[in-house]
């Protein structure tokens, strides 16, 4: 479904662990209206998980993805970029046909 890099694992567990979440806290990932390309990724930390949350595990990582979201987000890979130029956390997703240039929306 949505797997996780081992460079986004590790500034995932990083910043669970500044905000005192524990390890065991998810990662919320979904798609919501916006943005120049028409949807817009969300990523979250959360330690709730609603009704009708898809759980995905990858890479010692707990996913957490609505259903509206879950088909929008398919194959997609969830890796960060650090550095001077980095863009922070990114989604490959093989799903969109357009992104916009910072890559933080999506048409589909």
């Known amino acids: 479904m949505v797997s996780v ?14 905000e005192g979440m524990g390890l065991d806290a998810y990662v919320k990932v979904g798609v919501s209206s916006g ?3 028409g949807l817009s990724y969300k ?3 959360t330690n709730d998980r609603f009704e009708g949350d898809k759980l995905i595990e990858d890479n010692g990582v707990k996913i957490l993805i609505d259903k509206k979201s879950l088909l929008y987000l398919v194959g997609t890979v969830l890796d960060f970029s ?3 130029n980095g ?6 997703n093989p799903n969109a046909t357009r ?3 910072c890559g933080e929306s999506f048409a589909i």
């Open 5 to 18: 890099t081992e460079t986004a694992k590790k500034k995932i567990f990083s910043l669970l662990e500044e």
């Open 35 to 37: 943005g120049c390309s």
């Open 99 to 101: 992104t916009c240039g």
């Open 82 to 84: 650090g550095g001077l």
């Open 43 to 45: 990523l979250d930390f």
């Open 87 to 92: 863009k922070g956390f990114t989604f490959n």
